[in-house]
């Protein structure tokens, strides 16, 4: 499993569209914090990450995606899944090779965004005033979403041999389990189960661990969702229909 | 008995794609899987690499069911699958690497180094996949078919599309690789499989139309080539036997 999960790695950056994508990621977060006026710290008046942690998830709907979409569908197109699949490796050491690879990647290109911890950290009025905490949650937070985003995207590769397919099928699926459930919670001919429907999408459950409170049943979703969709993975290879 | 097959039959929806077939293959020999396009060459050799799951029948490799022992199954065999898909953005040693690590291989620079030299590779070994010639990349897919000493080596097509002068240094590597292990290879080429096999197979629309030692086959007819058999037994005017 540790090998496919380098080789993984290694092949999403042997491309040069790898440093575009992380690149955006970086170039929109730090855009969102420091320059655009609504969201914007030294605009803010106090310091704080709220608006990083706000857009992450939106941006993570692309970014994952796009590290993903390659990961199985090319090796069914180009048919290397079969050079894979016919070693001494069970499919459930392919998939998770592929999963934690992908995980890492989002992981690597999430790391540059301490920096703005540590600027904001400096920058506030009276030195360090701002909330550890709360910043540890959100990264928890985005951490467990990634983790979900990581499992749709696989999915979605794994679905067809086709990368825009897979980006795009992963993109939907991403934004709809993200916000779709709360927003269908806020129809008025469904405010009887509001608290339900809202409860099955994930912006809820992220946005409680984002406060900072580790809640055991957010993180039974988070896993849960992730095991469900590893689970379609492995019933979709699993039938080497391509 | 390396390679015993019993009924075996897979069917894709409707389509038979083979259908109840049976033979053996033994080590120390070559045997030529012979048959046109869609005749089930390929489906069988998935399903004895354990690729794909068989519809019924039974079949073992050096013992283990591939179904049941699939991953003790591709311990011991070497594959290289139809149209000998690769990684050209890996140097070829590091795809070598990269199949010697799943393996778990313990001396695995010696090994690198061993297949490399047996396949001739040694003058493009600094290379990545992609930029290798057609020939050269069917020789990475050989090293990687055999890095980990396989006892059974199936190889699907392992010649196609090689000019003569590749062709004859990859059928000598077949022929040496078969002297002390159980070789499947399939081929379109007559001649081929004349000069390198020592048992035939001949399946045709997924049914086995012949199968014997490549010399007993000649006496049954007598003073006709291996390609007048083949068309004999698998034209669209063949007679059932
Ligand atoms: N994945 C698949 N889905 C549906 N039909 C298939 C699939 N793979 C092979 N077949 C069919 O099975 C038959 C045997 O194919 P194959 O084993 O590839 O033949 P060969 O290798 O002898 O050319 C063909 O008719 C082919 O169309
Ligand atoms: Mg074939």
């Not at chain 2, 389509?15 to 120390?28: L, T």
């Not at chain 2, 313990?106 to 396949?119: C, E, F, H, P, W």
């Not at chain 2, 010649?159 to 590749?166: A, C, F, V």
Request: include cysteine.
């Amino acid at each position: 499993m540790l090998t496919i999960l380098r080789k993984e790695i290694a092949a999403f950056f042997s491309s040069l569209v790898a440093y575009i994508i992380v690149g955006i990621f970086l170039a929109a977060t730090g855009l969102f914090l420091w320059v655009f006026p609504d969201s914007a710290v030294l605009d803010y008046g106090y310091a704080g990450l709220d608006s990083l942690f706000d857009i992450a998830p939106y941006l993570f709907m692309f970014l994952i995606p796009a590290v993903t979409m390659r990961s199985i569908a090319e090796e069914k197109k180009e048919g290397t899944f079969e050079l894979l699949a016919t070693r001494p490796l069970t499919d459930w050491q392919i998939i998770l090779g592929k999963y934690f690879g992908s995980l890492a990647i989002v992981l690597m290109a999430m790391a540059p965004t301490l920096i703005y911890y540590f600027t904001v950290y400096e920058l506030g009025a009276t030195r360090g005033n701002v909330d550890t905490g709360a910043v540890i949650g959100s990264y928890t937070g985005l951490f467990l979403l990634g983790g979900i985003f990581v499992a749709i995207g696989i999915l979605a590769s794994a679905v067809t041999s086709n990368q825009v397919v897979a980006f795009t099928i992963a993109v939907f699926l991403s934004f709809f389990l993200f916000s779709g459930f709360d927003s269908l919670s806020r129809l008025v001919s469904l405010q009887q189960a509001d608290t339900l429907i809202a409860a099955i999408g994930i912006m809820e459950h992220y946005q409680s661990v984002s406060r900072g409170v580790l809640d055991t049943r957010d993180l039974v979703y988070f896993a849960s969702f992730t095991l469900f969709f590893l689970v379609i993975t492995k019933t979709v290879l699993g039938g080497r229909k391509w | 008995m390396s390679i015993a097959v019993e009924h075996l039959t897979k069917l894709f929806g409707q389509q038979k794609a083979i259908d109840s077939i049976s033979f053996r293959a033994e080590p120390g020999k070559v045997m030529g899987f012979l048959g046109p396009n869609g005749a089930g060459k390929s489906t069988t050799m998935r399903i004895l690499t354990s690729f794909i799951p068989q519809t019924s029948g039974r079949a073992t490799v050096c013992g283990f069911d591939v179904a049941r022992e699939a991953l003790e199954v591709r311990r011991v065999v070497g594959y290289l699958p139809e149209h000998n898909p690769l990684y050209p953005e890996l140097y070829v040693k590091e795809s070598l690497g990269f199949v010697a690590n799943i393996h778990g291989l313990q001396n695995k620079r010696q090994r690198i180094s061993d297949v490399i030299g047996l396949t001739g590779l040694g003058d493009e070994q600094h290379k990545k996949i992609g930029q290798l010639s057609k020939g050269y990349r069917q020789r990475v897919g050989l090293a990687q078919a055999i890095i980990h000493d396989p006892k059974v080596l199936i190889l699907d097509e392992p010649t196609s599309g090689l000019d003569p002068n590749q062709l004859s240094g990859i059928r000598k590597l077949i022929r040496d690789l078969g002297a002390s292990r159980t070789v499947v290879f399939s081929t379109h080429i007559m001649q081929e499989a004349e000069a390198v096999c020592d048992h035939i197979v001949i399946i045709n629309k997924g049914n086995i139309v012949a199968d014997d030692a490549l010399s007993s086959l000649r006496g049954v007819h007598p003073g006709r080539t291996l390609e007048e058999i083949f068309i004999s037994l698998t034209g669209s005017n063949a007679i059932a036997h």
